[in-house]
């Protein structure tokens, strides 16, 4: 069975920085896109950030120029750098993975349990 496990949340000052990790683990063949995605209250979850197997990556306007994700193909982990966070990055950020296990025959979209953001003076 494939999991994914988020750390790295809490809480920080506005204007302050936190990283994320999330690691996948279990059966896995091979690990295609990943990305973070994020849920504040009354919100739908949105992207925040994507990489793809080729290390392209993609930005929510939101968060452009502020976070950077990265991914260690070797340790099957996604990171993602947040700086110059504000009240507004305040949510649930889930980790995102299209990932084939060994007795898979396509990759399927899976999804970390969440951690918790808190940007707050």
């Known amino acids: 069975q494939v999991q994914l496990v988020e750390s790295g949340g809490g809480l920080v000052q506005p204007g302050g920085s936190l990283r994320l990790s999330c690691a996948a683990s279990g059966s896995i063949a091979s690990i295609d896109s990943l990305g973070w995605y994020r849920q504040a209250p009354g919100k739908q979850r949105e992207l925040v950030a994507g990489i793809t197997s080729g290390g392209s990556t993609n930005y929510a306007d939101s968060v452009n120029g502020r976070f950077t994700i990265s991914r260690d193909n070797a340790k099957n982990t996604v990171s993602l750098h947040m700086n110059s966070l504000k009240p507004e990055d305040t949510a649930v950020y889930y980790c995102?993975?299209?990932?084939?296990?060994?007795?898979?025959?396509?990759?399927?979209?899976?999804w970390g349990q969440g951690t918790q953001v808190t940007v707050s003076s």
């Open positions: 995102n993975a299209a990932i084939r296990g060994t007795y898979e025959w396509r990759a399927n979209i899976r």
